[in-house]
């Protein structure tokens, strides 16, 4: 069964970096798929932040994209996601995926998803 | 980007009424289209793929239709299992998600 693990300080002080790492049991990451981050804000909808497939490439949403960064080890088997000088506003549930591939850039569908992790951004 | 317009909002339906949400594209997605429940508290979960196929041990009672821009999801007898909120979500292009659908019971 694929699992999927969130960790990270749940406080970031404003204009600091986010720094969550997913560990992936049950499945091997280079063995393929796409592995994504999803975030919500409290109360509100979910939000695409990025993916990334096995190989390294990359994929972000075009408001978060000047800063964020999607890394993968294989190694350990996980991956890891990194926001630059957050605000307020990046306060949200960080929710890591394994994403189905399809015939469409960054994968198609979330099939595996972590329980999620809070990450509240204040000083 | 490629926005996507969930409808309702939110509902409230009585146990055993049929339940249906629509979700329309800003362009054409053909069938690239998925839907989830997210129960509160916890991550959501793949319901249906594909616009129509239903995900692996997901009850028969929900199902999906449409193409191109109009999508729609169903489920066909409401249970009180089923109080959660619903998303679709485009693959077209980069990720995107409709606004969520917050289903009650009457």
């Known amino acids: 069964q694929v699992q999927l693990q969130e960790s990270g300080p749940g406080l970031v002080k404003p204009s600091e970096t986010l720094s969550l790492t997913c560990a992936v049991s049950g499945y091997s990451i280079s063995s393929g798929y796409y592995w994504g981050w999803i975030r919500q804000p409290p109360g509100k909808g979910l939000e695409w932040i990025g993916s990334i497939y096995h190989s390294g490439s990359s994929y972000y949403t075009p408001s978060l994209k000047s800063r964020v960064t999607i890394s993968v080890d294989t190694s350990k088997n996980q991956f890891s996601l990194q926001l630059s000088s957050v605000t307020a506003a990046d306060t949200a549930v960080y929710y890591c995926?394994?994403?189905?591939?399809?015939?469409?850039?960054?994968?198609?569908?979330?099939?595996?998803w972590g329980q999620g992790t809070l990450v509240t951004v204040s000083s | 980007d490629i926005q996507m317009t969930q409808s309702p909002s939110s509902l409230s339906a009585s146990v055993g009424d049929r339940v249906t949400i629509t979700c329309q594209a800003s362009q054409d997605i053909s069938n690239y289209l998925n839907w989830y429940q997210q129960k509160p508290g916890k991550a959501p979960n793949l319901l249906i793929y594909d616009a129509s196929n239903l995900e692996t041990g997901v009850p028969s009672r929900f199902s999906g239709s449409g193409s191109g821009t109009d999508f729609t999801f169903t489920i066909s007898s409401l249970q009180p299992e089923d109080i959660a909120t619903y998303y679709c979500?485009?693959?077209?292009?980069?990720?995107?998600f409709g606004g969520g659908t917050k289903v009650e019971i009457k």
């Open positions: 995926a394994r994403v189905y591939p399809g015939i469409t850039v960054a994968g198609a569908r979330f099939d595996y």
């Open positions: 979500q485009q693959y077209d292009n980069l990720p995107t």
